[in-house]
Every structure is written in C-alpha cells, then in structure tokens.
C-alpha cells in the first residue's frame, strides 16, 4: 500500500467526572486525512482544506507527531500529508487530536503496523502538546482506540478501553464563540479540597462501573464534576440553563467537552437525544449565537480507513 485515506473522528474528553481522564469517541464529525508514501525521506504537508492551519510540519499537529513516530522508525520512505479539515480547531471537540491521531494511525498502516495502539497514543501525544501546552491523551486515546477511554497514566502511557452501553447516545452543542484553551486552563484553581475530591473519585469509580453494567441510572447519578465545571462553565453562554433544559428532557447528563466552549449531554437512546438537541435549539437561538448541534452515538472504532 502506497497510499491511505482515512477518516478522523471527533472526540469528547473529560466527560464530567473524568477530568483530563475520560474520553469518547464521536461518529458524524471528523477529518480527512489523505497519506502517501514519496521517494524522499521526512514528513510534508502538501494541503491543508477547510481552515487556515500551518504547513510548516513544526507548527502543525500532524507533522509533530508524524515526526515522533518516525524518530522510533527510521525510514528512506517519506510521507506526505493532506488534510481536510471539519472540526473547526479551538472549539473543544478535539480538532487537534484528529490529525495528531490520524497522522501517526496512517503511517503506522503505511509501514505494515510496527507500532501498537499504545505506542501511537505516545507520538500523537507529542502533536497535543504542541496545541495545548501540556501533553495530554484524553483525545487522541478515544481516537485510536475507539469507544470510551480512560488514561490511567501518560508517563508512561497505560490507557484502558472501557465498554460502551449500546443505547449511550451524545449530544453535541458547539457555540461558535472563542475560547482559548490557555484561559480556560488558567481559571481552573491549582487546589481541591478533600471534600471535592472524594465526590469525584466516587463519580469516576461509579461511572466506570455503570458502564461495565450498562447501568444507566448509575451513569447518571455519577456524571458530575466538582472540580473543574462549577469554574469553567462561567465561561459558556447559558451554561445552566441549558444543563437543566437539557436533563428534564430527559438527559442522564451534561457538561463541558473538552476545555469548551462545546458542550455534551448523554442520553439513552437517540429519541431522547433528539428531544435534549431540541431544547438546546431554542435556548442558544434566542441569544443569537452562531451554533452546531450533532447527535452521535459513540464511535467504538475510531479512526475508519476510507476507499481511496
Ligand atoms: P481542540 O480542543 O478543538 O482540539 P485545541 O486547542 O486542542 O483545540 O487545538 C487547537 C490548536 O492547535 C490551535 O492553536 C491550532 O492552530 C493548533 N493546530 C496545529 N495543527 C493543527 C491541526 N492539524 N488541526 C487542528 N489544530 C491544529
């Protein structure tokens, strides 16, 4: 194989409970991404479709962790690189982690998979880091591995697959304001109390288990943050109000996705999904925001190869 198109998806992380943690990924949204192996050794990104990112491979996500990957695999083949972007960058559904993921996923296939999941979640690490300061997995696990996941650890990388209920349905609110991730990182205090830190622990035991038992009213009672939503949702527009529309529709949750300004609510079944994406409609109308909504189940596979 001389040539790979695959599609990257969308993805969630922090999920609540699962601060910089939990993540899962999305089925409708996502990237292409378009990688062909060239007589030249290195990495280029030839195109870039659909938004104003970098070309140069130090500045974008793809090369960084396309580069991290070949510095373990020293090859005379080349790469090139086009991606076609969809999940506008900075919006907290993981636009960065798609290429970072993708890049290091297509490569991977190019060279027959010398690497495992695990290894690729350590190079596209590298890519996040570039975009958000701090290396993180949340994202790009959900990517590569597909459906929900948990980061135990990132040094060294130790991520575990969680199950997905069959009926688990997400819905996506994406308001079209900005929010830098740098400030969303800064209003987040550097302290917990013992008090708060015990709720979330329980939450995240509690969620994880609800899971496994596809106990939904369990995901429910334990989709909660103590930590990080009561200062970050200041930062979102009707965050309350659409968390509280959203639940008496029936939702079993809501919260911020990623580091926002995009936010999720989870439901069982795509009846109520729908329902929930109604009520977040008329509220975010009526204040006049540019806005996306997405119904998703969640994506046990994560990255898709696509016929070229
Ligand atoms: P999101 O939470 O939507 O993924 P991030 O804040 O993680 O957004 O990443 C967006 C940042 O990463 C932006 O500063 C963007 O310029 C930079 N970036 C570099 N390469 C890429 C890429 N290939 N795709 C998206 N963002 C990229």
Known sequence: ?????????????????????????????????VIRKTNSPGVKITKIEGQDLPLDVKKNVAGIAAE????EHPTQTG???E??????????????????????????ELLNKPFTATE?????????????????????????????????????????????????????????????????????KKNVTMEKAIKQWGNLGAFVSALFN?????ISRSLKDEI??????LLIPEFDSLKKASIDAGALGFGISGSGPSVFALTKGK???????????????SIGIDFEIHISEINKHGIKILPN
């Open 214 to 218: 596809e106990d939904y009213d369990l």
């Open 271 to 285: 009846d109520t999904a729908h329902k929930v994406s109604k009520v977040i409609n008329q509220i975010i109308s």
């Open 120 to 188: 690729l979640i350590t190079f596209a690490m590298e890519g996040e880091a570039l975009a958000s300061g701090a290396a993180h997995a949340d994202n790009v696990a959900p990517v590569l591995m597909g459906g929900i996941t948990l980061v135990r650890t990132v040094d060294p990388v130790d991520v575990i697959k969680l199950p997905t209920p069959n009926e688990l349905t997400a819905v996506i609110l994406h308001p079209k304001i900005e929010l830098k991730t740098l400030h969303a990182r800064e209003i987040i």
């Open 68 to 71: 991290a990957l070949l510095k």
């Open 79 to 81: 790469f090139e690189i």
């Open 1 to 33: 194989m001389d040539e790979i198109k695959i599609f990257c998806p969308a993805s969630v992380a922090n999920m609540s409970c699962g601060f910089d943690v939990l993540g899962f990924c999305l089925s409708p949204v996502g990237d292409e991404m």
């Open 228 to 233: 990080v939503e009561p200062m970050r949702s």
């Open 83 to 108: 991606i076609y972007k969809n999940i506008k960058a900075g919006s907290g559904i993981g636009s960065s982690a798609a290429s970072a993921a993708g890049a290091v996923f297509g490569i991977n």
